[in-house]
């Protein structure tokens, strides 16, 4: 049974950081791309950020610069360090596996394995 679980969410104040752990267990995701999305208060779920099987990233233009993903295979772990946090990064912050493909995605649909999400919450 595939489980990803997320960590490290909390209360952080604008200017601080946070870094998130997400653990996958049931398989190796070595060949897998993996990302995170967030869903702050009454919005949708949005894409936040990808890496692709070799390591290769992308961020949505709101985290640009902030934020930054990796993954430890060795581990079956994923990332996101976030620094410089604003208010507006208030938001459950979810991690995400693609079933087959080693490629990146920005959209929800391309991934088949999601975590239950840990709160990540900014205070200004």
């Known amino acids: 049974q595939v489980q990803l679980v997320e960590s490290g969410g909390g209360l952080a104040q604008a200017g601080g950081s946070l870094r998130l752990s997400c653990a996958a267990s049931?398989?190796?995701?070595?060949?897998?791309?993996m990302g995170w999305f967030r869903q702050g208060p009454g919005k949708e779920r949005e894409f936040v950020a990808t890496?692709?099987?070799?390591?290769?990233?992308y961020y949505a233009d709101s985290v640009k610069g902030r934020f930054t993903i990796s993954r430890d295979d060795a581990k079956n772990m994923l990332y996101l360090q976030m620094n410089n946090l604003k208010s507006e990064d208030t938001a459950v912050y979810y991690c995400?596996?693609?079933?087959?493909?080693?490629?990146?995605?920005?959209?929800?649909?391309?991934?088949?394995?999601w975590g239950q999400g840990t709160q990540v919450t900014v205070s200004s």
């Open positions: 995400a596996a693609r079933r087959y493909s080693g490629s990146y995605s920005s959209t929800s649909r391309g991934y088949d394995y």
């Open positions: 049931g398989r190796t995701f070595s060949d897998s791309a």
């Open positions: 890496i692709s099987f070799v390591g290769t990233t």
